[in-house]
């Protein structure tokens, strides 16, 4: 019984080589695989080979095998096709996205929400923290992908970059845009709500207060703000650095080494 199956088995698979290779020699123009699920095609004039394939809620993707040789655009078309079904299973997006995506999608969301506001809103925040920390980053990482490892990276690499703990005022912040952007990729159907991400830090250092600020500190305020790289200047530093002004009148030399106190 065994050796029948095996010979069966064989004798399939040299009827599918003889057949893809009839197919190799003659290069048709269009084919219909898994009962017509994905369809293989060459436009005229082109020399490789493209293809569509239908999804589980029946909407058609096309793609490029990047394959000249039917044979292999074949294997690519199938291939594809599997991965997408596949990851639709799972409650992920057909195709991948990358943190980068993502990012420019949701940055241009939050760009309408201060275009539409008057003043600094938490948007401004969420805008720095995904474009100069979220993108630069992780960048061309998959957001499904990532593990309580790349996070807890990225928050040392943040930390490092900031030169100093942020407080806990400024992780909410940073967990608030996190946040954001998972939601942008729920919203686009990237991922599925199910698909578990990991969360950024929120206990910082805790924010210190005092009663008011010294002579010599408002003379220096004073100073600072009639100037005329101050405000482009003071902008450019808690970007980068997250500097409040506080820190900037106790020690303007974080502003910019191009100011110099009088």
Request: charged share 25%.
């Amino acid at each position: 019984m065994t050796h029948s199956t095996d010979t069966e088995a064989v004798t399939q698979h040299t009827k599918l080589r003889v057949s893809v290779a009839a197919l190799a020699q003659e290069q048709p123009s269009i084919l219909y695989l898994r009962d017509g699920e994905v369809v293989l095609y060459r436009r005229s004039r082109r020399l490789l080979y493209q293809c569509r394939y239908r999804l589980a809620d029946g909407t058609w993707h096309r793609v490029s095998t990047r394959k000249a040789s039917v044979e292999h655009a074949i294997a690519v078309a199938c291939d594809l096709y599997d991965e997408a079904r596949y990851r639709q299973r799972l409650g992920l997006a057909h195709r991948t996205h990358t943190v980068a995506q993502i990012a420019a999608v949701c940055c241009a969301e939050l760009r309408v929400k201060i275009d539409g506001s008057t003043g600094k809103t938490a948007s401004h925040d969420y805008l720095s923290c995904i474009e100069r920390y979220f993108v630069t980053y992780f960048g061309e990482k998959r957001l499904e992908q990532l593990t309580h490892t790349d996070v807890r990276e990225f928050e040392l690499w943040r930390d490092r970059q900031m030169r100093r703990k942020p407080a806990t005022s400024t992780l909410n912040n940073f967990t608030s845009a996190w946040n954001k952007l998972i939601e942008t990729a729920v919203a686009r159907g990237y991922i599925s709500e199910r698909v578990p991400v990991p969360k950024l830090t929120a206990r910082g250092e805790k924010g210190r207060t005092r009663p008011a600020f010294t002579e010599q500190e408002v003379a220096q305020f004073v100073w600072l703000i009639n100037t005329e790289e101050f405000a482009g200047a003071l902008a450019r530093a808690r970007a980068h650095n997250g500097i409040s002004l506080l820190e900037l009148v106790s020690d303007p030399k974080q502003l910019t080494p191009t100011i110099r106190m009088p």
